[in-house]
């Protein structure tokens, strides 16, 4: 296993998750595998943002599905950031707000309102409302709680997937579920059922947001 500086040797909970991570890569592959230093980095700062082991390797499964000839962990980075449970982020990776205009953020409702605008009303009420309230914050605050923002930000966020997975069709609905399960199997004896159940939610959730095209808000 890749430690640069004895970093997994001096924390055990480090040292499981980045095995279980090379475990993982390994079968895959097939071949004996240990983490690159950079990959290792993105694994560590999975771990101290609290990201559940669950979710990574779930994530990697359904990535190598998609693409088994899947070169490191860097790809996977924007899938299993957006799947990372709310917590503290690494301490090296400034918040998005820091590099994020107010300007930005109504670009990004603007366009999310565009896709929900073509969902079936039922669905995309609810969002559609939230987002009309964060947007009308957003046109009148020079300087706005960003705290608060992203909250708000993140409900939206959180409202929309739960809302794709319901626009589905019950076949589309179906097949992502069998697709997300399948990745899960092979992970029960590794990690806690609470956690994997979690994991494969939030899992349907956002490949069902991703294929309806339906952009994240969120700034952090």
């Known amino acids: 296993m890749t430690a640069p500086g004895g970093d997994a040797a001096a924390d055990p909970g480090l040292t499981a998750f ?15 595998h240990a983490l690159s230093p950079r990959d290792f980095a993105l694994a ?18 359904l990535a190598f599905e998609a693409d088994p000839g899947l070169s490191g962990l860097g790809l996977l980075r924007r899938r299993i950031d957006e799947l990372a449970a709310t ?12 590099r994020t205009s107010l300007f930005e953020v109504a670009e990004r409702l603007s366009g999310l309102r565009e896709r929900l605008l073509e969902l079936p009303g039922r669905v995309a009420a609810g969002p559609l409302a939230d987002l009309a309230e964060v947007a009308d914050l957003v046109a009148v605050a020079s300087r706005p709680n960003w705290d608060y923002l992203r909250s708000r930000l993140r409900h939206i966020d959180e409202t929309v997937a739960a809302a ?42 956002q490949r069902a ?3 309806l095209r339906l952009p994240r808000v969120s700034v952090d």
Do not use: F, M
Not at 44 to 61: C, H, N, Q, S
């Open 18 to 32: 980045v095995e279980a991570v090379e475990a993982v890569l390994r079968r895959h592959r097939g071949t004996d």
């Open 44 to 61: 560590r700062g999975w771990y101290e943002a609290g990201v559940p082991l669950a979710t990574v390797l779930v994530a990697i499964d």
């Open 87 to 98: 917590g503290p982020r690494p301490s090296d990776t400034p918040r998005e707000t820091e």
């Open 164 to 205: 794709a997975v319901e626009a589905l069709s019950k076949a589309e609905a179906q097949e992502l579920h069998r697709e997300v399960e399948r990745a899960a199997e092979r992970h029960r004896h590794r990690v806690e059922p609470r956690a994997l159940a979690e994991a494969l939610v939030r899992l349907v959730r």
């Open 209 to 211: 947001r991703e294929r």
